[in-house]
């Protein structure tokens, strides 16, 4: 098969699995990096803005 219906097989396997830092399901396999806490791309933790006290 080819087009439209071969496209929706692409999605199948797991993309997500768990982190070996923070343990949440959010490290992305195929990018290498996680959503959660960054690991694979900063050895810092990722801290998003809405986490930071407003002065």
Do not use: A, D, F, V
């Not at 080819?2 to 396997?13: D, N, R, V």
């Not at 699995?17 to 690991?39: A, D, P, T």
């Amino acid at each position: 098969m080819k087009g439209t219906p071969s496209m929706g097989k692409k999605s199948s396997g797991k993309l997500h699995i768990m982190c070996r830092r923070c343990g949440n399901r959010s490290y992305h396999m195929k990018r290498g990096e996680c959503s959660s806490c960054g690991y694979g791309n900063s050895s810092k933790m990722r801290k998003p803005q809405t986490m930071r006290k407003r002065k």
